[in-house]
């Protein structure tokens, strides 16, 4: 599970992630508001533990435009603030939960796994997107009644993109959340792009998987201009 802590305070930031990756999170940590805005938008996360006062963006916005950008990551908001105004700011800007600082690590990790399981019920098993139906418990794919057979890699990829209609992602983010690393070939992620193209696009229609030029791909049934195939 993949936690990003968005924390200007380094100390802070650093205990989070020492207790985080011993209870067996993969940890990012960013510092800014701005940053924690691109990352939110363009990298695979679990959870997003969010502080209110940020440099450049403050956690509100960026949990408002993450929200207005169909980012359905749980978000838990940490302030400094307390009071019932600002704990109904947070939660009404789109956060899922607040937890006001100081805080028990404690108290934070059984928020966090709250917010996953919660995640979980909530998340279909199964992903319908026109005639493609993609059954993440048993990792089933077919498309107009017909069973397509994918390697596991190239399930891993549908089922980032699926997961995740309408928001394009970029090849940064499919190595992280499919390779989970930043190291494999460069081309690695269009080869299996066009894999998966040939036995779910080629025989159908419409086309689902989408390139969005210089930045990666999208899943949806219907192709903006904005976007063009390989």
């Keep these: 599970m993949k936690v990003l802590i968005v924390e200007d305070d380094p100390e802070i930031s650093a205990a989070l992630r ?26 695979v996360v679990d959870v997003i533990i969010l502080d209110l006062m940020l440099p450049s963006i403050d956690g509100i916005t960026v949990c408002k ?29 789109g956060a899922d939960d607040y937890l006001a600082k100081p805080f028990e690590f404690a108290e934070l990790l059984a928020r966090v796994r709250a917010l ?26 077919n498309r107009a009644g017909r069973v397509i057979e ?15 209609q309408g928001q394009v992602l970029t090849r940064e983010t499919i190595h992280r959340s499919v390779w989970n690393d930043e190291f494999s070939i460069s081309n690695t992620v269009d080869v299996h792009v066009r894999r998966l193209r040939q036995k779910i696009d080629d025989d159908f229609e419409p086309k689902l998987i989408h390139t969005v030029v210089r930045i990666g791909y999208v899943l949806r049934a219907e192709q903006p201009q904005s976007a063009r195939d390989d």
Aim: proline fraction near 1%; include cysteine; hydrophobic fraction near 40%.
């Design 18 to 43: 020492t207790g985080l990756e011993k209870a067996g999170f993969v940890v990012d940590i960013v510092r800014d508001g701005e940053r924690a805005l691109s990352v939110g938008l363009n990298r």
């Design 65 to 93: 435009r993450l929200r207005a950008e169909q980012v359905s990551t749980p978000i838990l908001m940490l302030t400094a603030k307390g009071n019932l105004d600002d704990r109904v700011e947070g939660l009404e800007s």
């Design 150 to 164: 994918l390697t596991k890699r190239e399930y891993l990829l549908l089922e980032a993109l699926a997961s995740r």
């Design 116 to 141: 996953v399981r919660r995640d979980k019920v909530h998340r279909s098993a199964r992903i319908e997107i026109c005639d493609l139906v993609v059954d993440t418990a048993t990792r089933v794919v």
